[in-house]
């Protein structure tokens, strides 16, 4: 056992039922080596020599609520410092229908929830390492029909403590046929901690459901975190999702979105932004599972200085899915000689009658319209920061509230070249 | 205010100038005629700073200063002016924001208060009209989907709000139809200013019988073979460039 598991798991011997088979295969199988496709690009030798403290950890340093405040997010707040729960940062009120219930409080709930969706059958390592581990998260639900309202504002906060951390999360959200929810997953903290995260949610959307969620990913510059959402789609519900990957050391993000019912649609914005030496590999992968579903993925890569991004974009159209319409557009741009970027497009047809567009590029910014922009008076740097923005925008573009978006396109702003690198 | 010595250009190790020298006063319109090849859109590359443009020889002057050390984003604000053959569409980049971020990026290299969005756009509205451009230009991306008419108009637009010392006009009349080529002259007549100069850079007289030249040069090889006044354009309109050539064949040629 490598010092990461040893770190993790010593002294568990106590675990029982889904836990304990979760550990057991851990320890069996170990972390994903190189040769495991899935991880090609992402080494965990680093990880697998770390050792983290058993969270929960105290926090010394919490920020003021206004540090992690978002325009235009202003419904209930879960706030997590650390992997645990903060009851005097939160504000549970929801709107009639919604049941926000945090795991600390409600330990009966997580063991329903695990029970029910622990994963069976995958050997994704981080998921039973959740699994095993996991005491806090929350499940939130919307009774069939409700609408709830201002988007709710889920918090996940690194902050400094005596020792680098490993937490486990989970969440379990829940939409009853026709219900609506606006959900906003916030990731941020400071380089002053070098923690690791590991989240595992899964999402049920009923029929006729909506889900609007963005992931503002702004994690501490030496953090490591792991995510992993999975997303079952039922007939004729719609699953819209906006994300930003900035921060974190190390990230590695699998959506995974099951498009189960009739009419499921599926609608997908995302870009990454690196520098320094981050290494951010993002896996999609959507499942065409019913007829005349559809999915509709645009995400854009922006690498600078020595960083490394991954984009893994799989679509598999299930035999009988039959016209089922899958679009995928990956985009990425390298700013240095010495970025990387990775771009797996992958498409997997088992029935007719379908459509399917499926494109990546790798680039390098236009000299042309660089130096359109200099011969107009624009220096260097800022016309470097204004072909990136332009090169983003369509992410954010239909984003709404406006404040929301242009406070996003403010922090996209703050992780392109600065002037002097 | 511009003053070029025996320039020698190489682009992608071939010599396209060699030995070009040209002066232009303060207020003076300076046409620089020749056929394909002569190295005229080099000539305005060179000036604009583009890259692979690599200088083996001879000075430019501008105002004093040694134009060849400046970025292009200082000689922008120096007052150095490109109108470009071929204008870049830069999609997702908002016309109005490209203008405002270049007039405020020049005016603080000069040291000068930035325009808020307010004074900003009442200039905007003043060039807008000289040059019978439609507000819904300004709402799109930079010259995003623009005929070749609009994108010529947007560079003497933006020549316009810039207000350069010295506007090189890099073939702007080529790809235009005569009404859209009135226009631009009209827009470049209306920037004419004794504080003002122009280099206008083309391949037809056509062009100079709406911004009338007080100097015509004839570029050919790499060099200035032949200057006169507006008439030599039309007597090159009449004979062509062979008679030009004919006259300065290099010596020991037939």
Not at chain 1, 72 to 87: E, H, I, K, T
Request: aromatic share 6%; glycine share 10%.
């Amino acid at each position: 056992m490598g010092a990461f598991l040893d770190s993790m798991l010593a002294g568990r011997d106590g675990l029982g039922g889904v836990r304990a088979e979760a550990a057991a295969a851990l320890l069996r199988d170990g972390l994903p080596g190189p040769r495991e496709e899935a991880w090609k690009y992402t080494s965990l030798r680093a990880l697998e020599q770390r050792r983290y403290a058993p969270a929960p950890g105290e926090a010394t340093d919490v920020p003021a609520l206004a540090a992690f405040a978002l325009p235009g997010v202003d419904g209930a707040r879960l706030v997590f410092v650390n992997g645990v729960f903060q009851p005097a940062l939160s504000d549970l009120q929801a709107a009639p229908g919604v049941e926000i219930l945090p795991y600390r409080e409600h330990p009966g709930q997580l063991d329903k929830d695990l029970e029910g969706h622990h994963g069976t059958g995958s050997a994704d390592a981080f998921l039973r390492l959740n699994t095993a581990l996991v005491e806090d998260g929350a499940s939130i639900r919307v009774v069939a029909g409700a609408d709830a309202g201002a988007p709710i504002h889920l918090v996940i906060l690194g902050a400094p403590a005596a020792a680098d951390l490993a937490w486990q999360l989970r969440l379990q959200v829940e939409l009853g046929a026709g219900a609506r929810l606006s959900l906003v997953e916030h990731h941020l903290g400071n380089d002053e901690h070098a923690h690791l995260g590991n989240l595992v949610a899964n999402y049920v959307l009923g029929a006729g459901a909506r889900l609007e969620l963005l992931q503002v990913q702004d994690a501490g510059e030496r953090a490591t975190l792991i995510r992993r959402g999975s997303f079952h789609v039922g007939e004729d519900a719609q699953l819209a999702a906006t994300t930003l990957e900035a921060g974190a050391q190390m990230t590695r993000h699998d959506f995974r979105v099951h498009l189960a019912g009739r009419g499921a649609r599926l609608e997908s914005r995302g870009v990454f932004v690196l520098h320094g030496r981050q290494h951010a590999d993002t896996h999609m992968d959507v499942r065409h599972e019913a007829r005349d579903t559809s999915s509709d993925v645009l995400w854009r890569g922006v690498a600078d200085q020595r960083s490394r991004g991954v984009f893994h974009g799989a679509i598999t159209i299930a035999e009988g899915a039959d016209g089922a319409d899958a679009a995928l557009s990956n985009k990425n741009l390298l700013l240095s000689p010495q970025a990387e970027i990775d771009t797996q497009p992958a498409l997997e047809i088992y029935a007719d009658e379908v459509k399917a567009a499926h494109g990546a590029t790798v680039g390098q910014l236009d000299e042309q319209a660089l130096f359109y922009l200099r011969t107009r008076g624009i220096p260097l740097d800022a016309a470097r920061r204004i072909l990136v923005s332009a090169f983003c925008s369509a992410v954010f573009a239909d984003l709404q509230p406006a404040v929301l978006r242009e406070r996003l396109d403010e922090l996209l702003a703050t992780r392109l070249p600065q002037a002097g690198e | 205010m511009l003053k070029i010595d025996n320039l020698h250009v190489r682009v992608a190790g071939r010599e396209i100038l060699k030995g070009l020298s040209l002066e232009a006063k303060a207020g003076e319109v300076h046409a620089i005629m020749g056929p394909n090849g002569a190295g005229k859109s080099t000539l305005g590359n060179v000036l604009a700073g583009r890259e692979g443009y690599e200088v083996t020889a001879g000075t430019v002057e501008f105002e004093g200063q040694n134009l060849l050390e400046l970025a292009p984003e200082e000689r922008a604000a120096a007052g150095v002016f490109l109108a470009f053959q071929y204008p870049v569409e830069i999609p997702g980049v908002n016309n109005t924001y490209f203008l405002r971020a270049a007039l405020n990026a020049q005016r603080r290299q000069r040291g000068e208060a930035e325009l808020d969005s307010m004074q900003f756009l009442k200039k905007v509205r003043e060039k807008l009209a000289v040059l019978h451009l439609k507000d819904e230009l300004l709402h799109r991306a930079v010259n995003e989907g623009f005929s070749g008419g609009e994108k010529k108009r947007n560079e003497i637009f933006q020549l316009a709000l810039l207000e350069p010392k010295l506007a090189i006009l890099d073939e702007t009349d080529s790809g235009l139809d005569i009404d859209a080529m009135k226009l631009v002259a009209d827009g470049v007549n209306a920037m004419r200013d004794p504080a003002r100069s122009f280099l206008v850079i083309t391949h037809y007289q056509r062009l100079l019988d709406y911004i009338v030249p007080d100097v015509v040069h004839v570029l050919a090889e790499g060099r200035i073979v032949e200057s006169g006044d507006r008439t030599l354009a039309h007597e090159l309109e009449a004979h062509g460039y062979g008679w030009v050539a004919g006259r300065h064949a290099p010596a020991g040629a037939a």
